[in-house]
């Protein structure tokens, strides 16, 4: 009972958070300076050819990539754990996880597939070399 | 037994939804947040289909071959400015500044125009290259995540105009408040999903 008559007092406050969440000029403004120094350095780190190690580049670019999503979740579209009570928050987990082994086992699954599976066949092999100094000459 | 337990929810989150949020104004929000998490799974299949396939060349052409870095940057900054323009408008709606608010959307959407505009540029010259989605795996996958996420853009293209004629004609009302916050989450969504597309799609594509 008592609950009631003070969700009836907190409409106000509500209302203020409610705006809160909406974000604010600074939100937006911090948001756009990081995610354009988070698009920035990726793309020179490619088209600058800045790092000759592949495997580490790609590593750097997907963890920019990252870090640059959370930017965009926090400041552009207003999560945390406040908002809707947390089911904003807790479907977004749910979510993450989901893709995170829709995405991790599709690599991992097929990428297995492809080291142990290729030696088995001469047809695809003989492609795969025929094909390799034809497509990228100058970085090998 | 269930059904009657989710509607008459446990006192402690009751207690916190009532004193610190309003249901029935938020209720679609929530929906269309979950929405947006249904469509992270199309995209999160697209991404795995293009993880899988993207080295499967055919013979053809490899992404170094055809991805364009400079006009990708373009791309990139109209959608980032775009997200934050869309930002502004929201913020002119809560100071209820309707001729403001039309104004920041109608920037928005040019830009969204424009980068759709030099998405399908981008895509007419890959064809009339011979590199079309049915010259091999890789651009079958390509071709697939980045015009669905292109297909995304211009429907919100067409719901911000139609949002933008309910605006002038009936004003900020409580309807058109709810749908332009459902819109603005879509757009931020979208540009989010374009990191993902820049970064992997492309930046690492021109690596593999």
Not at chain 1, 108 to 119: A, D, G, K, L
Not at chain 2, 52 to 59: N, S
Not at chain 2, 94 to 110: D, F, I, N
Request: overall charge negative; some cysteine; hydrophobic content about 55%.
């Amino acid at each position: 009972m008592s609950q009631l008559s003070s969700s009836g007092h907190a409409m106000p406050d509500n209302h203020d958070a409610m705006h809160e969440h909406q974000g604010s000029l600074r939100g937006y403004l911090t948001g756009f300076v990081l995610a354009a120094i988070l698009t920035v350095i990726p793309f020179w780190l490619v088209m600058g050819h800045v790092i000759a190690n592949k495997p580490l580049l790609i590593l750097v670019i997907l963890a920019l990539a990252i870090v640059q999503i959370f930017v965009h979740i926090v400041y552009f579209l207003h999560l945390d754990t406040r908002s809707e009570a947390g089911w904003n928050m807790m479907a977004f987990i749910f979510t993450a996880v989901l893709v995170i082994i829709v995405l991790g086992a599709s690599i991992w699954v097929m990428y297995n597939e492809n080291v142990n599976m290729m030696p088995m066949s001469p047809q695809y092999q003989q492609h795969s070399i025929g094909h390799q100094p034809a497509s990228n000459p100058p970085t090998r | 037994m269930n059904t009657t337990a989710i509607d008459t929810a446990p006192p402690a989150p009751a207690d916190h939804y009532c004193l610190t949020e309003s249901p029935p104004r938020n209720g679609t929000l929530l929906g269309f947040w979950i929405y947006l998490m249904s469509d992270c799974f199309i995209f999160a299949s697209l991404f795995a289909c293009y993880a899988v396939l993207g080295t499967e060349y055919a013979g053809g052409p490899t992404g170094a071959e055809v991805l364009d870095l400079p006009g990708l940057a373009v791309n990139t900054a109209l959608l980032l400015v775009s997200s934050v323009v869309f930002g502004f408008a929201m913020l002119e709606m809560a100071r209820q500044r309707k001729g403001a608010m039309l104004g920041w959307l109608a920037v928005a959407g040019l830009l969204a125009v424009a980068f759709v505009s030099f998405e399908i540029h981008e895509f007419l010259v890959m064809i009339a290259d011979g590199a079309g989605p049915g010259r091999s795996a890789f651009l079958s996958s390509f071709f697939t995540l980045v015009a669905t996420h292109g297909l995304h853009v211009t429907l919100g293209i067409l719901w911000l105009v139609v949002l933008m004629v309910q605006t002038v004609k009936f004003g900020l009302n409580t309807d058109n408040v709810r749908r332009l916050r459902c819109l603005s989450m879509f757009w931020h969504f979208l540009d989010l999903v374009w990191v993902g597309v820049f970064s992997y799609v492309y930046l690492v594509g021109v690596l593999r």
